[in-house]
């Protein structure tokens, strides 16, 4: 009885590698040279290190930013890998005139499917892949102190 070319475990996975392939890129999010706090919660500390949550800011806009990084080598080489998000940052809430980015969240979209799932070509080191990342968040700021109660007059004796 002769061996069908089926038969061999490792002729499948090596044509299974073909069809399937690695495509993508890395990408490090950074901000280190953002001037304003940055949470990805709803709480943040201020120059004083108190602690102010979602009661105490109010939301004066919103923070974002899309990108995509571009990956070779199965996505061990990314340049620019590192998404550096600080001037980002710092001139979306200079403008909005805010003092910090709270509920930042990073998502990555889908929008390179096809290019990251095409079959055979994927496989090759040198295919690109991509990653596109969006950033949304809430630009806030304090809210005013709540004005103190107006003074009453002193009252006067009563007049007999």
């Not at 949470?39 to 009661?55: A, E, K």
């Not at 003092?99 to 799932?117: G, K």
């Not at 968040?137 to 107006?150: D, E, S, Y």
Request: aromatic letters at 4%.
């Amino acid at each position: 009885m002769s061996k069908r070319p089926s038969d061999s475990p490792g002729l499948v996975l090596m044509l299974s590698g073909l069809l399937v392939g690695c495509a993508g890129a890395n990408v490090e999010v950074t901000a280190r040279g953002a001037v304003y706090p940055i949470s990805m919660s709803g709480i943040v500390r201020d120059n004083s290190g108190t602690l102010l949550d979602v009661h105490s800011m109010k939301i004066v806009s919103g923070f974002h930013l899309e990108a995509t990084r571009v990956g070779i080598l199965y996505s061990g080489v990314t340049p620019h890998g590192t998404l550096d998000i600080s001037d980002a940052v710092n001139a979306q809430v200079s403008a909005a005139q805010g003092e910090a980015v709270i509920r930042l969240s990073i998502t990555v979209e889908d929008s390179c499917d096809l290019v990251n799932t095409l079959p055979v070509l994927n496989a090759i080191p040198f295919w690109p892949g991509c990653v596109p990342v969006v950033l949304d968040g809430l630009i806030v700021k304090r809210r005013p102190p709540p004005a103190p109660p107006p003074a009453t007059p002193p009252s006067s004796p009563a007049d007999p």
